[in-house]
């Protein structure tokens, strides 16, 4: 997470939780995630199954480090933000942000692209929190409408 880290900024919430995922092979530093999310967060991964069904995967934030510490570990990767739409309503706000997943911050062809549907709450200290965030990937049929 970068010294300029700010919770009482949305942008900067999010910025931090990409930072906080992204990097070389090896481990992440999991306790950054209660400055970025409330503790009672949802972080749901989507897909679809090799029969064509919709599947999705619902994990607290001890279980989404656990779902993929050992990814991390072994692979270096780079969630890049290119795109990103906030509707903010008093102490409410989602945002649709358009990511690449990249091996390496600067490669030049992603190895995928999807949304974060991100929602947030601030709350009484003014600090911005997600709350839950659900993703999906492109796929045929299925691509990023880059006009966000």
Do not use: C
Request: aromatic share 12%; charged share 25%.
């Amino acid at each position: 997470m970068t010294p300029s880290f700010d919770p009482g900024s949305l942008s900067s919430v999010i910025d931090a939780m990409y930072a906080m995922v992204s990097g070389p092979a090896g481990p992440r530093d999991w306790s950054l995630q209660e400055r970025v999310f409330h503790p009672d967060a949802r972080q749901i991964r989507t897909g679809v199954g090799a029969d064509g069904r919709a599947w999705l995967k619902i994990m607290s934030l001890d279980d989404y480090a656990a779902d993929t510490s050992a990814f991390f570990a072994a692979n270096d990767f780079f969630e890049v933000e290119v795109a990103r739409r906030v509707q903010q309503f008093g102490n409410i706000a989602h945002a649709w942000s358009v990511y690449e997943a990249r091996k390496a911050p600067d490669d030049a062809t992603p190895e995928r692209r999807g949304i974060n549907s991100i929602q947030l709450f601030r709350n009484d200290a003014g600090h911005w929190q997600i709350t839950s965030m659900i993703w999906d990937n492109e796929r045929p049929g299925v691509e990023v409408d880059w006009a966000l």
